[in-house]
């Protein structure tokens, strides 16, 4: 017992994994939020993601076990390009601390893209630190979803009739569509969006 007691505490106070189970809580709380506002719950990835942060955590466990019982600095294996953003005076990475790193950048990179796909106006952000830690590992989620979001399909009436603001784009780039009675019901692209008022110009013109 003295042993789970002291590897407990160990991982209590190590800042990295710490900061792992953070972010694991606000990649699933964006994820969430971003499958209520694209209406896409689908409980197969939902599962799937499920089981790799619970997996993730459970070796951060077994990892830290492993530091108990062997000293092992791997600081030599992280980047001098990013040593300068560890903790002040952390001059030993250990295996838990180690993976947890590469845990985090992942991490950190869905949480943006669901904050992106969630309307907020990251994606600038998010490319920057895509690329910044793209240079130091593969292991990070795919962006094709983030470039070629859903959009949901409607049925478009081209009218002069629209709402106030109604031609204003949204953070994620899309623009507002709206019923008769000026509910919104779906958006479309911001080009589909000019390609329909070039359109209405066209005929007005004509």
Avoid at 20 to 37: E, N, P, S
Avoid at 105 to 112: A, D, H, Q
Avoid at 169 to 190: A, F, H, L, R, S
């Amino acid at each position: 017992m003295d042993i789970v007691k002291m590897l407990a505490t160990a991982m209590f106070h190590n800042k990295i994994i710490e900061l792992v189970v953070i972010a694991v809580v606000m990649d699933t709380v964006f994820g969430a939020a971003r499958a209520i506002k694209h209406r896409s719950f689908n409980s197969s990835m939902g599962i799937d993601g499920a089981i790799r942060k619970i997996s993730m955590l459970i070796s951060l466990v077994f990892l830290s076990l492993i530091d108990y019982i062997v000293d092992i600095n791997l600081i030599g294996f992280i980047p001098e390009g990013v040593r300068s953003y560890l903790p002040e005076g952390m001059a030993v990475v250990g295996l838990a601390a180690f993976f947890g790193l590469l845990y985090l950048c992942y991490e950190i990179v869905s949480i943006l893209k669901n904050m992106t796909l969630c309307g907020l106006p990251v994606k600038g952000l998010w490319a920057a630190v895509r690329k910044f830690l793209g240079a130091y590992t593969e292991e990070l989620p795919d962006g094709d979803e983030l470039e070629e979001a859903k959009v949901p399909s409607v049925t478009a009436t081209v009218t002069d009739n629209v709402p106030e603001g109604a031609l204003d784009v949204n953070p994620d780039g899309t623009v507002n569509v709206y019923d008769e009675e000026g509910n919104v019901v779906g958006y479309i692209t911001k080009e589909k969006a000019e390609e329909l008022a070039a359109q209405v110009e066209k005929v007005e013109t004509e």
